[in-house]
């Protein structure tokens, strides 16, 4: 217990440091009597490259100087190092703060004030990419709505909590995976694979028919698209502890999108490592599931039909099986949920489609 405690506390204090010195840099340069300024990488579209080796987004090789020089800059800079000082005090107070809580505390501050949540982001955005660091590593998160339940064991490394352990198969609603949970230490479990799971309707479903325990797996619930400390985890367990990942979503290109962007990331986090499950599997639903299991359906919309046309040219689509499913979702022109499968009862998802699935993946 106490090495990973003694981890924890290495992790935050090389954030502080790395905060800290981008403090000490700026003085520096105003006690020479310069303008502050910093570089980072530029995050512009055209910077914004697909590496097959990584199999995930990155940011290429230009960079860009943020300088109190330029009065279109002086604005965005000061906030910039404002949120950077918000976030060591966050650290050293030993304290977390949402996305929403960063806009507010800057109310009222002349000069320093968002216009909107959107600007207040993008300069997080802009403070992780200057320092190579998450936002995570400054504790501050977005709103959390995912979860996870199975016969996972962890240990909490947060003040007032350290040594604490919890298994995950304790709350029937599955526990929420906060920053108290992402930063915990993964103790033991005896599951053998991580099933992902985009609804929560079908989450529960899965926990009351203790699939659990008829997969020997880990169930995560996204909530839509994966929030970041979401897709950590899930690498966590990947990576750490062996588990492959088998991820069902919606059969519609969202659910695809989904779907990969827990594989190889995504193009508005491309300054960061550390996110991505590139082994992670896409097991359904699929465009030819929907044609197999005769599942209800509704029919394509033009927004659809358009992001679909947009993940056939994406470099992470190319492979067979997501060209194939693509392909028959615009040859069906239909589409269809995960609660489909209760045409068949609402026992068939785990009697009958996911021991399919798991099997045609190697599971």
């Not at 304790?170 to 230490?185: C, F, K, N, Q, V």
């Not at 690498?235 to 999108?257: A, I, Q, S």
Request: glycine share 6%; with cysteine.
């Amino acid at each position: 217990m106490r090495r990973r405690l003694k981890l924890a506390e290495k992790r935050r204090a090389a954030v502080e440091l790395a905060l800290k010195q981008l403090g000490k840099i700026i003085c520096e340069q105003i006690e020479n009597r310069e303008f502050p300024w910093i570089m980072l990488q530029s995050r512009s579209t055209d910077n914004i490259v697909y590496d097959p080796e990584l199999r995930q987004y990155v940011l290429g090789d230009r960079v860009i100087r943020r300088h109190s020089r330029n009065i279109r800059h002086i604005r965005p800079f000061t906030q910039l190092i404002w949120t950077a000082w918000f976030a060591r005090e966050l650290l050293k107070l030993r304290k977390t703060s949402t996305l929403r809580e960063v806009y507010y505390s800057a109310r009222g501050l002349r000069d320093i004030e968002f216009k909107s949540q959107d600007e207040s982001d993008e300069i997080i955005t802009d403070l992780e990419t200057a320092l190579n660091m998450p936002r995570e590593s400054f504790n501050i998160y977005p709103e959390e709505r995912s979860a996870i339940f199975g016969d996972l064991t962890i240990e909490y490394t947060v003040p007032g909590y350290e040594g604490k352990r919890l298994n995950l198969t304790e709350h029937p609603d599955g526990m929420m995976i906060g920053p108290a949970l992402s930063t915990a230490e993964i103790v033991e479990t005896s599951a053998d694979k991580v099933l992902v799971i985009e609804k929560g309707a079908m989450f529960t479903r899965l926990i009351e028919e203790k699939a659990h325990k008829r997969f020997n797996a880990i169930l995560i619930h996204t909530a839509g698209q994966a929030p970041r400390a979401t897709r950590t985890l899930i690498k966590r367990l990947n990576e750490e502890h062996g588990l492959p990942v088998y991820l069902f979503t919606d059969g519609d290109p969202w659910g695809m999108h989904i779907a990969m962007v827990i594989i190889s990331g995504s193009a508005n986090a491309a300054h960061l490592r550390g996110l991505a499950t590139p082994d992670a599997k896409w097991i359904g639903v699929w465009a030819t599931d929907i044609i197999r299991y005769k599942l209800p359906t509704e029919n394509l919309t033009d927004k659809d039909v358009k992001r679909l046309k947009e993940l056939k040219r994406d470099p992470r689509y190319q492979g067979e099986l997501w060209q194939r499913e693509i392909d028959t979702f615009l040859e069906i022109g239909q589409k269809a949920e995960l609660e489909a499968f209760s045409r068949y009862g609402l026992t068939y998802i785990v009697d009958r489609y996911l021991p399919d699935k798991l099997e045609e993946a190697g599971a």
